[in-house]
């Protein structure tokens, strides 16, 4: 099993006090499987729905934020492979 992947990157390099911290982690994991499943109903006649697929991640990742300050980090957005964070210095 290979070890799941991650960068970060800070908008700045440094900050004042009170500015805006925003955070990007771009991570993976080259184990994850993707899972879909199709269903067709079909009656006692034989007839018989259009597919219907629905996709779920098997063992999805999951990015904790913290950092020797104490700040609280709020996430902004998550792709599944992009996060965004954000903290105020």
Avoid: H
């Amino acid at each position: 099993m290979a070890a799941p992947t991650v960068t970060a990157s800070l908008n700045a390099s440094t900050y004042a006090p009170g500015d805006q911290m925003t955070l990007t982690v771009s991570y993976g994991d080259p184990d994850t499987k993707t899972l879909t499943v199709t269903v067709v109903v079909t009656d006692a006649q034989g007839n018989s729905s259009a597919p219907v697929r629905a996709t779920a991640v098997i063992d999805p990742l999951a990015v904790t934020v913290s950092d020797d300050a104490g700040r609280t980090w709020t996430k902004l957005s998550d792709t599944g492979s992009v996060a965004v964070y954000r903290a105020v210095a």
